[in-house]
T-cell receptor
């Protein structure tokens, strides 16, 4: 999962296995959450999003789970492939009002072992 | 359809020099943003724009200025740079407010201030 610090948490997964990346968000009033993937030398890329009125959303090979009770978000990647190696981070929006601030986590590095 | 394009990709400056980072998007998005990414920290919002001719301060605006003269372009200016501005700068855009829709990022400008 994500944590504050200089070194990214790392998750090593065997190719073909499922990956689960966790994120604890900070604001109980946040109502929109996004997962991004960032490959080395590139900008973050949108993967999947979920609104607070849902607890699960599925995409192609990815599933996001939202547990509002404990303010926890997870990203599940099925049948992990070498191309999934990247840093993954979650983002939460701010409560209504205020400026356009979306809070990003520092990320989890996913390493896929061939 | 190029998405979000940033120039330059890399730059090295000496303390006190200035530069302008360019961002262009071809998705007709209203909202545009400038973020910086530093090790151990999540993306932090510098400035943003909710439409042509508008700009607003984000989380870390000091030492930066922006302009949005055309809808598709968002410029980030750094005057009298300091080593603390060494970072990777990402431009992003979104169709709707970033608090309710995903951001589309460019591939970043890597700036080193010596």
């Amino acid at each position: 999962g994500e944590s504050v610090g200089l070194h990214l948490p790392t998750l090593s997964v065997q190719e073909g296995d499922n990956s689960i990346i966790n994120c604890a968000y900070s604001n109980s009033a946040s109502d929109y959450f996004i997962w991004y993937k960032q490959e080395s030398g590139k900008g973050p890329q949108f993967i999947i999003d979920i609104r607070s009125n849902m607890d699960k959303r599925q995409g192609q090979r990815v599933t996001v789970l939202l547990n509002k009770t404990v303010k926890h978000l997870s990203l599940q990647i099925a049948a992990t492939q070498p191309g999934d190696s990247a840093v993954y981070f979650c983002a939460e929006n701010n409560p209504p009002g205020g400026y356009q601030k979306v809070t990003f986590g520092i990320g989890t590095k996913l390493q896929v072992i061939p | 359809n190029a998405g979000v394009t940033q120039t330059p990709k890399f730059r090295v400056l000496k303390t006190g020099q200035s530069m302008t980072l360019l961002c262009a998007q071809d998705m007709n998005h209203e909202y545009m943003y400038w973020y910086r990414q530093d090790p151990g920290m999540g993306l932090r919002l510098i400035h943003y724009s909710v439409g042509e001719g508008t700009t607003a301060k984000g989380e870390v605006p000091d030492g930066y200025n922006v302009s949005r003269l055309k809808k598709q372009n968002f410029l980030l200016g750094l005057e009298s740079t300091a080593p603390s501005q060494t970072s990777v700068y990402f431009c992003a855009s979104s169709l709707l407010t970033g608090k309710n829709s995903p951001l589309h990022f460019g591939n970043g400008t890597r700036l080193t201030v010596t």
